[in-house]
Each structure stands twice: as C-alpha cells, then as structure tokens.
C-alpha cells in the first residue's frame, strides 16, 4: 500500500469513527427523548387528579393531602423542567404554607401547561431523531470504503503476516487492552508531572512559596508514579510483529542485530532529562517507521518483548528459512552490525539475494575488528575506521551502490554553522519542542536518524521526517497517551449514557 493511499485510509477510518460516534451519541439522546415522552404520557390524567385532589382539599378533605404530595413527587420525577413541573411544585409548597386559594390559581391552566410540555417533548424527540438519523448516513456510507482499505491495507502484507504469525507468541486476548488502559493512567501521571514541574520552574518567580512548593513536589510524585506504572505496563501492552504489520499494512522494516545489543539499546540516556522514557531502540524504531512497520527477531526466553521494534520469535536450531524468507518481504534490511558469526551469515546472504538498495548497516562503536571483517564482505574496502562518527551507540550508517560500492555517512553531532534558512528551522523546532515538554532540544537518536535519512535519500529513499520522528519520541508518546485518555473519557461517557437509557424507571 503506497504512503498516500495508507493516508487516505486512516483519514476515512479516523472521520467514520468519529462521525460513527456521534451518531450513536445522538441515537442515543434520542431514546432518552423517547423515553421522556413516554413517561410524560400519563401526565393529562397525572393533572387531572392533582386538581381534583387540591380541590377536595380546599373544601377541606385532610385526607387529599397525600394525594398531592404523590402527584408532586410524579411531576418531579417524570416531567421535563417546564411549566407544568414549575406549578405543580409551587402549588404543593403553598399548601404546605396553608396558601390553599392561591395553590389553585397557580394550576388553573395546568392542563393547558401539560399539553405544551408534550408539545415540547415531541418536538425535540423530533427533532434528535432527524439529526441522529443525519450523522447515521453518511457513519455507514464510510463504513464501507472504511472496511475495504482496511482489507486492502493488510493484503498487501499478507504474505509476511503469514510468515511473522507463526512465530507470534500466543497471549491472551484481554492482556494488551487492559495495560493500554493502564498506560494510559500512567501518561497522563506522566504529563501532569511533567506540566506542573515545567509550570514551577518557569513561573515559580511569580508563585506564593506554597503554591510552588505543591506544584513541584505534586509534579515531581505524579512523574515518578507515571514512570512506574509506564515501566511496568508497556512491555505488556506492546505490539507484536504480526500485531504491527496488520495495524500498519505496508510492508516492513526488518531489523537484524546480535542479541548481545539488546542491552545497550534498551539504554534511556540522561540527555533528555526528566522525561527520558524512551530507549535507544525505540527512537530508532520511531525514525525507520517512516518507511515501514519495524519488526526483529526477540531474544528466545525473554519474559517480556523489548521495547523498540514488534518482535516475534524464531526457533534456535532452524532460524535461517524465515530469516532468508522475511529480508526478500521486507522492503528495506538494517542490520547492526557485531561480532557474532550469525550476522555475518545475514550480511551475506543479504548480499547474495537482495538488491544493493535494501540493505542498511549500522556500525557500532568501539569495534575496530568489524571494519575489518565488513571489507572481507565487499568488493571496495570501505574505510569505515577512518569515516566512523562520534556517536556513542552507532558510529555510522552505511548503504550501497548498486553495484555494491559502500557509502559510509558518518553519525555524530551536527554542525550549527548551516544556512540561514537552517537556523531559523532549527530555533523554530527548538522552540517547540520546549513548549511541548522540559527536554533537551537533540535525543540520542536524532543523529544517527539524521545520518539515517541521508543515507536512505543518497539511495534513492527520502523521508523528510525521519529525523524529528526520532527527536519527538517523548511528545509524540505523550500525544498517544492524551488521545488514549480522551478517547477513554468519551467511551466513559457514552457507556453513562446508555445505562441512562437503560436505567429502570
């Protein structure tokens, strides 16, 4: 599925679902009008009685009192706050005062008030079916075509969903949306935390000490509280591969590396301050998810997958098949990478079998030897020690001619003397990503996306965005997070107001 046409169907799914919702809101303000007039039915002869009652009363019958406390209670419970409701609970309460004379002139025109209200009612039942039944069309129209992409997006992934899913671990089909709900409290935790510490160190000058002190300290506790619900239920919450590739429907990114990296990737870094909750992997997961759902093979016996790319698991001892089978489904290869001789194995098999264009290479820091052994695999030396970045993590990105000459993009720090146009992208990026939460303006990601999406575009492959995608880790989960704690929110609402409708009456 091409990028515009995936677009062009999250468009129609995000706009049927939201009119789908309003449709049943007002479906169901409309049988809640439904039943109001039908508890109003009775209120001609609910009048009646009250009138006669009161006026039994006046002529001094103790006996009607109860009568017209009944009929008040009825009026109170069962019809809509109007002229029939008003009067009739007036004129209780001037019989309670012994203002019985003036408790008959209130219901004088009583009857005429009840057949207004009905009028009332009916018009607006009239009314909130026409305007429920208006949303209704045009919810199912898109339903159609809503379903059709959706069944279009995941049969051009078919194949390798096939392939991923018999390697898929079986879970339980209540595990991933309870500790989404989960997840949910723990980023809004999170980005309460968050605001209230920013809001202290940005406005603390201006506060009564107290006030300061509440906010920094609440924010600091909501922080820690939301960091340790999000640790402990995101994992649990995870895609798998075959999860990812059905939600997304464009075909993969498949990542290689040495299950000895793990460690490494699954490293915060302090750089990015308080709200650093997002690994190595995962930034660099958010960068390649511009071209494609990124899936990798999970270390055997994890208890949880890591966070980063959606996992699935291959057998220790037959591996190779799926390996060979998923690199020729992917649309691109990035393999980091190491020392182990399985990689090597991958590196030229990727060599041998896919086109010079698929395949990326992330080069680790601190390993003279795999320069060494990488131009043992190429037809050119490709004098990666002498190109290697500074990046702590990824010394460079390297891709291929093809005829498989190598191109070595260097990762590291970026110079700040750019264009003039440069700078004023770079303080206006600054200047958001400060106001979207209290990090630093680079993350550890941001140069080796950077180096990344020049590399890709040198080869043919251009994404504008992979870069910020990587940088705007933290605001974009935060912005999951909000969307998932509203989306629960009107969920909340709408299941409140259909036990309305269902209430007993």
């Given at each position: 599925?091409?990028s515009?046409?995936?677009?062009?169907?999250?468009?129609?799914?995000?706009?049927?679902?939201?009119?789908?919702?309003?449709?049943?809101?007002?479906?169901?303000?409309?049988?809640l009008?439904?039943?109001?007039?039908?508890?109003f039915?009775?209120?001609?002869?609910?009048?009646?009685?009250?009138?006669?009652?009161?006026?039994?009363?006046?002529?001094g019958?103790?006996?009607?009192?109860p009568e017209?406390?009944?009929?008040?209670?009825?009026?109170?419970?069962?019809?809509?706050s109007?002229a029939?409701?008003?009067?009739?609970?007036?004129?209780?309460?001037?019989?309670?005062?012994?203002?019985?004379?003036?408790?008959?002139?209130?219901?004088?025109?009583?009857?005429?008030d009840?057949?207004?209200?009905?009028?009332?009612?009916?018009?607006?039942l009239?009314?909130?079916?026409?305007?429920?039944?208006?949303?209704?069309v045009?919810?199912?129209?898109?339903?159609?075509?809503?379903?059709?992409?959706?069944?279009?997006?995941?049969?051009?992934?078919?194949?390798?969903?096939?392939?991923?899913?018999?390697?898929?671990?079986?879970?339980?089909?209540?595990?991933?949306?309870?500790?989404?709900?989960?997840?949910g409290?723990g980023?809004?935790?999170?980005?309460?935390?968050?605001?209230?510490?920013s809001?202290?160190?940005?406005?603390?000058?201006?506060?009564?000490?107290?006030?300061?002190?509440?906010?920094?300290v609440?924010g600091?506790?909501?922080?820690?509280?939301?960091?340790?619900?999000?640790?402990?239920?995101?994992?649990?919450?995870?895609?798998?591969?075959?999860?990812?590739?059905?939600?997304?429907?464009r075909?993969?990114?498949?990542?290689?590396?040495?299950?000895?990296?793990?460690?490494?990737?699954?490293?915060?870094d302090?750089s990015?301050?308080?709200?650093?909750?997002?690994?190595?992997?995962?930034?660099?997961?958010?960068?390649?998810?511009?071209?494609?759902?990124?899936i990798?093979?999970g270390?055997?016996?994890e208890?949880?997958?890591?966070l980063?790319?959606?996992?699935f698991y291959?057998?220790?001892?037959?591996?190779?098949p799926a390996?060979?089978r998923?690199?020729?489904l992917s649309?691109?290869?990035?393999?980091?990478?190491?020392?182990?001789?399985g990689?090597w194995?991958?590196?030229?098999?990727?060599?041998?079998?896919?086109?010079?264009?698929?395949?990326?290479?992330l080069?680790?820091?601190?390993?003279?030897?795999?320069?060494?052994?990488?131009?043992?695999?190429?037809?050119?030396?490709?004098?990666?020690?002498?190109?290697?970045?500074?990046?702590?993590?990824?010394?460079?990105?390297?891709?291929?001619?093809?005829?498989?000459?190598?191109?070595?993009?260097?990762?590291?720090?970026?110079?700040?003397?750019?264009?003039?146009?440069?700078?004023?992208?770079?303080?206006?990026?600054?200047?958001?990503?400060?106001?979207?939460?209290?990090?630093?303006?680079?993350?550890?990601a941001?140069?080796?996306?950077?180096?990344?999406?020049?590399?890709?575009?040198?080869?043919?492959?251009?994404?504008?965005?992979?870069?910020?995608?990587?940088?705007?880790?933290?605001?974009?989960s935060?912005?999951?997070?909000?969307?998932?704690?509203?989306?629960?929110?009107?969920l909340?609402?709408?299941?409140?107001?259909?036990l309305?409708?269902?209430?007993?009456?």
């Amino acid at each position: 599925m091409s990028s515009r046409l995936r677009a062009l169907a999250r468009l129609i799914t995000a706009v049927a679902i939201v009119t789908a919702y309003v449709a049943l809101h007002l479906a169901i303000s409309a049988g809640l009008h439904l039943r109001a007039c039908d508890r109003f039915r009775d209120a001609p002869e609910r009048a009646a009685a009250f009138t006669a009652a009161l006026d039994r009363y006046a002529a001094g019958d103790v006996f009607a009192r109860p009568e017209i406390r009944a009929g008040d209670t009825w009026f109170k419970e069962n019809a809509p706050s109007g002229a029939s409701r008003s009067a009739v609970s007036s004129a209780t309460g001037d019989v309670e005062k012994g203002r019985v004379s003036l408790a008959r002139e209130r219901v004088a025109g009583l009857a005429s008030d009840v057949e207004r209200d009905r009028a009332r009612l009916d018009r607006k039942l009239g009314s909130s079916r026409a305007t429920a039944l208006y949303w209704t069309v045009p919810a199912a129209l898109l339903l159609g075509p809503a379903l059709r992409l959706r069944r279009r997006r995941r049969s051009g992934a078919a194949e390798i969903i096939s392939v991923v899913s018999r390697f898929a671990p079986r879970q339980p089909w209540w595990r991933r949306p309870v500790f989404l709900l989960a997840s949910g409290a723990g980023y809004a935790l999170f980005a309460g935390g968050v605001f209230a510490i920013s809001t202290a160190q940005r406005q603390g000058y201006k506060m009564p000490p107290m006030v300061f002190m509440l906010l920094l300290v609440g924010g600091l506790a909501a922080l820690g509280v939301g960091v340790l619900i999000l640790r402990y239920t995101r994992p649990r919450s995870a895609r798998g591969a075959a999860q990812a590739l059905l939600a997304d429907g464009r075909q993969p990114v498949l990542y290689l590396r040495s299950f000895a990296d793990d460690d490494t990737a699954a490293q915060v870094d302090d750089s990015m301050a308080y709200a650093g909750i997002h690994s190595r992997e995962e930034q660099l997961a958010g960068a390649l998810s511009t071209v494609g759902p990124v899936i990798t093979v999970g270390r055997p016996g994890e208890p949880l997958p890591q966070l980063g790319a959606a996992r699935f698991y291959l057998p220790l001892d037959n591996w190779q098949p799926a390996v060979l089978r998923l690199m020729e489904l992917s649309q691109l290869i990035v393999l980091r990478l190491g020392l182990g001789d399985g990689l090597w194995w991958e590196v030229q098999q990727a060599r041998a079998t896919q086109p010079a264009r698929k395949l990326v290479l992330l080069a680790p820091s601190g390993l003279p030897r795999v320069a060494e052994r990488l131009d043992e695999h190429l037809p050119t030396p490709s004098q990666l020690n002498k190109m290697a970045g500074s990046d702590p993590w990824t010394a460079a990105v390297i891709t291929f001619a093809p005829d498989w000459m190598p191109h070595v993009h260097p990762v590291g720090p970026v110079p700040s003397a750019k264009t003039s146009r440069g700078s004023l992208v770079r303080r206006g990026f600054r200047a958001m990503t400060a106001a979207l939460g209290p990090t630093n303006f680079v993350s550890p990601a941001y140069h080796l996306a950077r180096a990344m999406k020049a590399a890709l575009a040198s080869a043919g492959l251009r994404r504008r965005t992979m870069a910020w995608r990587a940088n705007l880790a933290v605001q974009t989960s935060l912005g999951k997070g909000s969307a998932l704690v509203t989306a629960l929110a009107l969920l909340a609402f709408l299941v409140f107001r259909a036990l309305e409708l269902f209430a007993p009456r």
